[in-house]
């Protein structure tokens, strides 16, 4: 068994992957999976359903990361606050062209930021 911190993340390697770049081990396993299992569903099933897979990560973004140091971290009185958006969901969109004028309103997902790159 290989150490946790040698572990691969598919959603990861995928990306890596269709920017050109030599891959890590071919794997179906998440690090992150009920963040991240509809994104890599986006790679996994190129076809008229990458928006829905696409809407779907981001209606259950937030409340996923609830593990994370920064989770609601808005109430803080330390103004530690930096803000809650999904970049890898709108890098997957851009990657894979997938139509994204469903979210252009949701608070966590940095549509600006996607069509904004060249």
């Known amino acids: 068994m290989?150490?946790?911190?040698f572990a691969t993340d598919a959603l990861v390697n995928r990306m890596v992957k269709h920017l050109g770049y030599p891959g890590q081990d071919e794997t179906d396993?998440?690090?992150w999976p009920k963040a991240y299992a509809p994104l890599y569903a986006c790679f996994k099933q190129q076809d008229t359903k990458t928006e829905d897979h696409l809407e779907t990560v981001m209606n259950q973004?937030?409340?996923?990361m609830r593990d994370t140091?920064?989770?609601e971290t808005h109430d803080n009185r330390h103004d530690v606050y930096f803000g809650y958006w999904c970049f890898e969901a709108a890098a997957v969109a851009k990657m894979?062209?997938?139509d994204d004028g469903a979210l252009k309103h949701h608070p966590n997902y940095p549509y600006d930021a996607r069509h904004d790159l060249t």
């Open 29 to 31: 396993h998440l690090l």
């Open 61 to 64: 973004w937030y409340r996923s």
């Open 69 to 71: 140091y920064w989770y």
């Open 2 to 5: 290989r150490h946790p911190e």
């Open 96 to 98: 894979l062209g997938i």
